[in-house]
């Protein structure tokens, strides 16, 4: 697909305004809560990225209307019509997203059943989904794997219980939560995840009418009630967009006013930022994130959960810390293969090392595994243009920062994937002075050749696969459109 590669021509510094919408990691789920109400819900802050559109698509086909509010950016779900649906019919796709997971309690509490389609989702780890099958069978559901997807029934209907998650899980937790508020009785969670989204989720079921606690201690209860309302909701801003651009100013060396970026949020990302030499003031509608001059300080870093360093903002981070001075360290204790996308950055000239050992304070659940999941970063680094190749989300984003990081011309593939979760960013970066541009009209588009063409067999174009990385094989160069007429 010809729009799915970007040209990049790096060297300069990013300049100017961003802003940002509401969090990719909240937005969705919200969308989900709606299916629990009996009356319309409205969700404020939606931005216009593909996790979206995805979950739009599976409400609509589960009876939901779902249309646009009287407000820039709000979205306006009716769940009356949800037991009207013929679901038997429905041909639901996940698509890239791991959304529809979430639904599971919703569709039991609302129609008695659920049919879960493949997962998407960043392929950054194993992710499975044990956590979240042994908490449905815990709440009475019954869970039938088939090829196809998984079938979920609650013969005995849905009743409150005590959990203790094997670690804090996200979606997990979320999944306790979009399930316990209309069990019957009470469910206590304990070793729940805290993220800002999972708080800002808590908000919007308290808006609906449910009842929820939340202790210290990672301990969350929830009282079922028997019916929700909707809610009117503005979400969270995106902390992880807010330091994707925070970072993307920091490794051009630029400067960068984030509207909508909030402190609360990114206080333990704004402490890292500042430490590796990162300059912030906090305004009331946003956050300016710039390079002061001088030298950035190399730092050792651990990835965790909230409230510890958020693993989605480790990857732009890493691109940061190619231009620190001396020998940075990051242990990734989220994701297991999270720092793959690190040998695109050593074509490009950057020198990072991957262990398997746990280079950091916290012993994690990977230290005696086969799996590359700490890096020392050794800069600054001199950063060159390169072909590119997408793996993820935010290794996606990176791989933008890096060429725009770096001196001449890059060509990345698969930007499409960015869509997941950053809205609009192609005019974002050309607000900010970046100079980008997609493959002029005309010419037919070539597919990305991987290095086993003309190198040697599948092996090799898997490992240039998972390096992130395309044989130069350019004779061509940038288009003259560069820097302009991205939509
Ligand atoms: C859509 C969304 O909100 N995605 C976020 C969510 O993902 P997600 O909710 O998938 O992440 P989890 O917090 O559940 O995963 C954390 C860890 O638990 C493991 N695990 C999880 C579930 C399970 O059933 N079994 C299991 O072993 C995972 O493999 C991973 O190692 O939280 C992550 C951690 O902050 C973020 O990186 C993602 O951006
Ligand atoms: C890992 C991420 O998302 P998801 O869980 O949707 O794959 C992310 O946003 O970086």
Not at 67 to 93: C, F, K, Q, T
Not at 176 to 183: G, K, S
Not at 228 to 250: F, M, N, Q, V
Not at 347 to 366: D, H, K, S, W
Request: aromatic letters at 6%; charged letters at 20%.
């Amino acid at each position: 697909m010809k729009d799915d590669v970007l040209f990049v021509h790096g060297g300069s510094p990013l300049e100017g305004e961003v802003r940002v919408k509401g969090a990719k990691n909240l937005v969705p789920k919200a969308m989900v809560a709606a299916l629990l109400g009996e009356e319309p819900s409205r969700l404020r802050n939606v931005p216009g990225i593909s996790d979206v559109h995805i979950v739009r698509g599976l409400l609509q086909l589960h009876g939901v209307a779902v249309y646009e509010g009287d407000e820039p950016d709000e979205l306006v779900m009716d769940p009356s019509s949800v037991e009207l649906a013929n679901v038997a019919d429905i041909d639901a796709h996940a698509g890239s997203s791991r959304i529809p997971i979430l639904l599971c309690g919703p569709l039991l509490h609302r129609i008695g059943r659920a049919f879960i389609p493949d997962l998407g989702g960043c392929r950054i780890g194993d992710r499975p989904i044990d956590f979240h099958l042994n908490v449905l069978r815990e709440f009475g559901a019954t869970v039938d794997k088939r090829p196809e997807g998984l079938y979920l029934e609650a013969p005995g209907g849905l009743h409150g219980t005590k959990i203790e998650l094997p670690y804090p899980s996200v979606g997990t937790t979320e999944q306790v939560l979009l399930t316990a508020v209309r069990a019957e009785g009470t469910t206590e969670l304990r070793n729940a995840a805290v993220e800002p989204e999972i708080i800002d989720l808590i908000c919007v079921l308290q808006k609906m009418g449910a009842i929820i606690s939340v202790a210290t201690d990672r301990v969350i209860r929830i009282t079922g009630v028997d019916r929700l309302g909707g809610y009117t909701h503005r979400a969270l801003p995106d902390r992880l967009e807010s330091a994707s651009w925070a970072c993307a100013a920091l490794a051009t060396g630029g400067d960068v006013f984030v509207r909508g970026a909030r402190q609360l949020d990114m206080m333990t990302f704004l402490n890292v930022f500042r430490q590796v030499g990162g300059a912030f003031r906090v305004d009331d509608d946003g956050i300016r994130f710039w390079h002061p001059g001088g030298r950035l300080r190399a730092i050792a870093l651990e990835t965790d959960v909230h409230p510890g360093f958020q693993t989605d903002w480790q990857q732009p981070l890493v691109v940061a810390l190619t231009q620190a001075s001396g020998l940075s360290i990051v242990h990734e204790t989220v994701y297991e293969s999270r720092l793959g996308f690190t040998s695109a950055l050593n074509q490009m000239g950057a020198t990072i090392q991957l262990y398997n050992e746990c280079l950091g304070g916290t012993p994690c659940r990977f230290g005696q595994r086969n799996f590359q999941h700490s890096a020392v970063i050794s800069g600054p680094a001199k950063l060159h243009g390169a072909d590119l190749v997408i793996p993820d989300l935010r290794g996606g984003f990176s791989y933008l920062i890096a060429a725009l990081a770096a001196e001449g011309k890059s060509r990345v593939h698969g930007i499409d994937l960015i869509n997941r979760g950053y809205e609009g960013f192609l005019g974002k970066l050309e607000a900010l002075g970046a100079r980008v541009g997609l493959p002029p009209a005309d010419p037919q588009p070539q597919a990305p050749q991987t290095a086993s063409q003309g190198v040697s067999g599948g092996l090799a174009a898997r490992a240039a696969d998972e390096a992130g990385v395309v044989a130069d094989d350019r004779g061509d160069e940038l288009p003259e459109t560069v820097g302009q007429g991205v939509a």
